[in-house]
C-alpha cells in the first residue's frame, strides 16, 4: 500500500509531456504537442498532450486523462502499479508495508510475470559474471563476438547454467509459483511432471518493452550443441510477449531515433547491440521474425523514416521484401541498403566506426522502388511472364502510397527503369487503388454498423457540452445508475427509474460534471445583475436536488462530486482537476481529461475567431485575457441551464407519478385525495413553468 505522501510526491513529480514522450514522438503545435496515438492506428496524428493542464486526449479513440492513466493504459498497469512505474521513472523512493501471503496470492498474473522476469535477467546476468560457467563460456562467447563489458551491461546479457534445474531451484527458493515460471516460459514440465530450464547452456538477450519492462528472453545455443539444437529460443506468447508487437532494441533505440528522425531496420540482436557498440544507437530488429504491422507502428510513434539494412543474400531478402509494402501501407519513408558480399550489420558495425557506417548508409542507400527493381527483375532474364509479375508487384508497392504527388513520382521513376509506358502504370495503380478503397470500405462500414449500434440518440434541450463519441464511450463505461436511492423528491422513483432511458438522465449529468470539473469554485451570478452572486459555486447550486446524500443517478458522478467537494476548501480549482485526473478510478481519470481538454479546445476556437491584429505583445496578451474573460462570463448561464434542465426531469418524473396518483384515487372515488393530488401537481407545473423561464433569459 503507498501511502498519500508518496502519491502526493509522484504527482507533483510527473509530467505529462515527459511521461508520454517516452513512448510517443511529440511535435509542438501552439501551446500543446501532438503525436502519433498509441493506443489505436492512425497515420495522422490526433493526440493532444497539454503540458498546461497536464493531460492528454486523443480526437480519435476518445482516451483521455493524466500521467497515471497514460501508464495504466499503455502498460495494462494497476493504479498502484503504474504509480512504482513513475516513482522509479522519477527516482521517488517507495516504502510499503510487507504483503501478506494473502495479498501476494491476489496479485495480478500479469504483474507476477513481470516479477519472475525481472528477478531471472538479474539471475542470468550474475551467472555470466558471477560462475565458472558463465565465465568460461558465456563471457568469453560476448568477448569473441566484440562486445565490451560495458555493451554486455548496457543490454543485460547474461548465461544460463548448462544444469537441468538450477534456474526452477532458484526461483522456487525466491517464492517464485511453478505457474508462472511456466508462463514466461523460463522452465518447462515434461509428461511425468519435471521441471527443466528452457534456456540451459545458452547466453541470454534480455528483450525489453519500450517502457524497459523485461517481457521475455532469446537464448543462443553454445559449444558442441549447436548442430543437435535450435540455434536460437525465445520465449513463448504470453500475457506480457507478443512478438509481432516487439522490437528489439527499441527501449534502447527511442531517444536517438526521435533526435535523428531515422530509424535503422535490421534482423538480429547482435546487429543492434554491435551497432550501438559502434554508435550508431538508432536501430531496432525484429528479431527473426517477419516485420508485422504492430513493430511499424511502433516505429512510426516515433519517426516516419526507416531505412532496412540487408545483407547480400538474395534468397533471404526476397523472402523479407514484402515488409517493404507493409511499411509503404502505414505511410512510412523507406529506403533500402545493400550490405557488401559476405557482411552483415553486426560485422560491419565491427570494422567500421559509426562516421565510416553512416556515411556508407548514406551514400549508399536508395529508395524502395530501385531497390525492389533490381531485387525483383534479377532472375527474369526473358521470360515475358515473369517480367509482367515483377512489373505488377513493383506497381502494388507504388498503390500503396497514400500523397498523390509522391506517388506520380515513383510512378515516372518506375516507368523509367522499367521501360514501361508511364500511362500503363497509370491506369493500374488506379485500379489497384479502387480495389485497396473497395477493401477499406467494407472493413469501415462493419465498424459503423457497431458504432451505430452503440449511439445514444440525441436529447432535446440538453446543452451538448460532451461531444456525442465521448459521451457514448464513457456512457458504455458506467455501472448501472444508482437505482436504490435516487436523488429525486419522491422515493417511487427509484422504483420506476429502470423503465426511464438511461442516457434520459445521463446526457444532464454529464454535463453538469462538465462544468464542475472544469470550473469547481467558479461563482455563478445573477444575469441580470452581475454584482448578485446567486451560488458560490456549482456545488452549491445542486445543494436543493439532494436526497439521501446522493445527487446523481450515476456512481461515478457521485464519487466526482464528493472528491470536488471534499477538497473544496483546501485545493485551488486547477488541483482539483489534477486530483481528478490522477484518480484510481480510471473512469473518473478520463472523463476529467475528457472535460478539461474539451473546454481547453473551445477556447481555443473562441481565441482564433477573435484574432489579435496589432503587433504590439502587451496588447496582444490584454487581448487575450480579454477574450477569456467573455468566455468564461458565459459558465454562469450555461450552469443554470443544465441544472435547471436537470432539475426539469427530476420534476416531470414526479410529475408523472402524481398523474398516476390522481387517476387511481379519483377512479377510486377518494375525491378529496384526488383534489390535494391535483394541487400537488399545479405546485411542480408552476416549478417547470419557471425553470423554463429561467432558461429562456
Keep these: 500500500m503507498i501511502d498519500d505522501e508518496t502519491k502526493q510526491k509522484i504527482f507533483d513529480a510527473t509530467t505529462i509531456y515527459d511521461v508520454v514522450s517516452d513512448f510517443v514522438n511529440l511535435t509542438k503545435r501552439g501551446a500543446n504537442y501532438v503525436g502519433l496515438c498509441p493506443f489505436h492506428n492512425e497515420k495522422t496524428g490526433s493526440f493532444t498532450v497539454s503540458p498546461s493542464k497536464n493531460i492528454f486526449k486523443c480526437f480519435g479513440c476518445g482516451e483521455s486523462g493524466g500521467p497515471v492513466q497514460f501508464i495504466m493504459l ?56 558471477n560462475t565458472p560457467s558463465g565465465k568460461s563460456l558465456g563471457y568469453s562467447y560476448f568477448v569473441e563476438r566484440g562486445f565490451s563489458e560495458n555493451t554486455m551491461k548496457k543490454f543485460c546479457l547474461g548465461y544460463c547454467q548448462d544444469e537441468y534445474h538450477t534456474l526452477f531451484d532458484a526461483a522456487k527458493k525466491k517464492g517464485f509459483k511453478e505457474e508462472h515460471l511456466l508462463a514466461t516460459g523460463l522452465v518447462t514440465k515434461n509428461d511425468k511432471g519435471y521441471y527443466a530450464d528452457k534456456f540451459r547452456g545458452r547466453v541470454i538477450f534480455p528483450i525489453f518493452s519500450v517502457s524497459g519492462r523485461v517481457v521475455g528472453f532469446g537464448g543462443r545455443i553454445l559449444g558442441a550443441k549447436t548442430a543437435q539444437s535450435a540455434k536460437y529460443l525465445n520465449s513463448p506468447e504470453s500475457e506480457i510477449y507478443q512478438k509481432r508487437k516487439i522490437l528489439y532494441g527499441l527501449y534502447h533505440a527511442k531517444n536517438a531515433i526521435c533526435k535523428y528522425d531515422c530509424c535503422y531496420l535490421v534482423e538480429g540482436y547482435t546487429d543492434v547491440i554491435s551497432m550501438h557498440q559502434s554508435g550508431i544507437e538508432n536501430v531496432v530488429a525484429s528479431s527473426g521474425t517477419s516485420l508485422t504491422e504492430e513493430q511499424i507502428r511502433a516505429i512510426r510513434r516515433f519517426t516516419k523514416n526507416i531505412t532496412v539494412l540487408y545483407d547480400g543474400d538474395f534468397a533471404g531478402i526476397k523472402a523479407s521484401i514484402r515488409g517493404i509494402d507493409m511499411l509503404i501501407k502505414e505511410d512510412m519513408n523507406v529506403k533500402v541498403l545493400l550490405l557488401p558480399d559476405g557482411e552483415d550489420p553486426d ?114 434541450g440538453i446543452i451538448p457540452v460532451m461531444d456525442n463519441q465521448n459521451a457514448t464511450d464513457i456512457h458504455s463505461q458506467l455501472n448501472t445508475p444508482n437505482t436504490d436511492s435516487v436523488s429525486h423528491p419522491d422515493s417511487r422513483i427509484a422504483t420506476q427509474k429502470s423503465d426511464l432511458p438511461k442516457d434520459k438522465y445521463f446526457c444532464a449529468e454529464r454535463n453538469i460534471i462538465h462544468y464542475l470539473i472544469c470550473y469547481p469554485k467558479y461563482p455563478m451570478v445573477d444575469a441580470d445583475s452581475n454584482a448578485v452572486i446567486l451560488y458560490d459555486n456549482v456545488i452549491s447550486a445542486l445543494s436543493d436536488v439532494a436526497r439521501d446524500n446522493k445527487i446523481f443517478t450515476y456512481d461515478v458522478f457521485n464519487d466526482i462530486l464528493s472528491t470536488i467537494g471534499a477538497n473544496m476548501l483546501n485545493t485551488k480549482g486547477k488541483d482539483i482537476q489534477q486530483l481528478l485526473l490522477n484518480s484510481e478510478n480510471p473512469l473518473i481519470a478520463k472523463i476529467a481529461g475528457d472535460c478539461i481538454m474539451l473546454e481547453e479546445d473551445k477556447l481555443a476556437r473562441e481565441l482564433k475567431a477573435y484574432p489579435y491584429e496589432g503587433k504590439d505583445p502587451n496588447y496582444e496578451k490584454q487581448h487575450i485575457e480579454e477574450i477569456k474573460e467573455i468566455f468564461v462570463g458565459r459558465v454562469a448561464d450555461n450552469v443554470s441551464d443544465v441544472i435547471n434542465e436537470y432539475k426539469s426531469l427530476i420534476v416531470k418524473d414526479k410529475i408523472k407519478i402524481l398523474e398516476k396518483d390522481f387517476s387511481d384515487a379519483f377512479n377510486a372515488g377518494d375525491l378529496s ?22 432558461e429562456d433569459e
Excluded: C
Design 347 to 460: 560485422s560491419f558495425a565491427r570494422s567500421h566506426n559509426a562516421v565510416d557506417f553512416v556515411n556508407f548508409i548514406n551514400e549508399n542507400q536508395e529508395n524502395f522502388i530501385r531497390f525492389k527493381i533490381k531485387i525483383l527483375l534479377n532472375d527474369v532474364h526473358n521470360d515475358p511472364h515473369k517480367r509482367a509479375e515483377a512489373i505488377n508487384n513493383i506497381v502494388e508497392t507504388i498503390s500503396f502510397i497514400s500523397d498523390i504527388v509522391t506517388r506520380e513520382v515513383y510512378i515516372q521513376e518506375a516507368a523509367t527503369l522499367l521501360d514501361v509506358d508511364e500511362r500503363v502504370l497509370v491506369r493500374q495503380v488506379a485500379q489497384m487503388r479502387k480495389k485497396h478503397f473497395e477493401e477499406e470500405q467494407k472493413k469501415a462500414s462493419i465498424n459503423n454498423a457497431r458504432y451505430n449500434s452503440e449511439s445514444m440518440p440525441d436529447n432535446s
Design 74 to 129: 499503455h502498460e495494462k498497469l494497476t493504479y498502484p502499479e503504474a504509480l512504482r512505474y513513475l516513482a522509479k521513472k522519477y527516482h521517488i523512493d517507495v516504502v510499503e508495508k510487507q504483503l501478506t501471503p494473502e495479498e501476494i496470492a491476489v496479485q495480478s498474473k500479469e504483474e507476477a510475470m513481470y516479477a519472475v522476469n525481472d528477478w531471472a535477467q538479474k539471475y542470468f546476468e550474475d551467472q555470466l559474471y
Design 673 to 694: 385525495k384526488a383534489e390535494q393530488i391535483k394541487s400537488d401537481m399545479n405546485y411542480y407545473n408552476d416549478i417547470i413553468s419557471f425553470l423554463s423561464h429561467s
